[in-house]
């Protein structure tokens, strides 16, 4: 699963590199010659255990425009969303930039009140307002049932892109209030005054972080491995 990550990331990036800190990982990557770096086994974020790949790496902060953080459970990552995270630091003024997409309201499996569904709320150019587990905004005089129909709600995609100056302030800044209410280190972002531009596409990626979810993909997406 990673080589088929670093392989798809390999489709839009200049460099690409995987963060471990276990030494199986290492092996792995090492025999397909996938550029490897080892890391700590005590980072409190995947945030901070690429800030130490990135000093292991970087000459200095000119180096590389722009850092992406790709989780190594994500194989069908979406090397076009990369890219239009790469395109939004044309503008000067972005710090960071993640990714949303519409809440499904013709999927009754999903919850939009399920707090593992992080909700973000935008500005008018795109940029983040809040992150919440809890359901916002909140349509007042409106029955909860009928919220989804009502609003189009935005779920948060896990997937981050740095200026490398901004990626090395945000690992020495301090745990916020909110993000410790929330359990969201990109609150300690906002708190903090940066800002986060914020990428809408039509959906996700597949993720894999249980055994269910590997017999899922190798069931019924197995020939889209290929």
Known sequence: MIVRVARRVMNCADTVVVATDDNRI??????YDIPVVMTRDDHKSGTDRIMEAYR???????????VVNVQGDEPFIDPEHIKLLLSFFEDKNVDIATL??????????????????????????????????????????????????????????????YRPDILSRITEIPQSSLEICESLEQLRWLQNGLNIKVGKVCQSSIGIDTPEDLEYVNSTLHPELD
């Not at 290492?26 to 025999?31: G, I, L, P, R």
């Not at 292991?56 to 425009?65: E, I, P, R, V």
Request: hydrophobic content about 30%; overall charge negative; charged content about 25%.
């Open 56 to 66: 292991k790496l970087a000459k200095d902060d000119s180096q590389y425009d722009v």
């Open 26 to 31: 290492v092996s792995v990557c090492d025999e």
């Open 100 to 161: 949303c997409k519409p809440f499904p309201i013709d999927n009754p499996e999903e919850r939009l009140d399920d707090p593992n569904r992080v909700k973000v709320v935008l500005s008018d150019d795109s940029t983040a307002l809040y992150f919440s587990r809890s359901v916002i905004p909140c349509l007042r005089g409106i029955p909860y049932s009928q919220w989804p129909g009502k609003h189009q709600y935005l779920i948060h995609i896990g997937i981050y892109a």
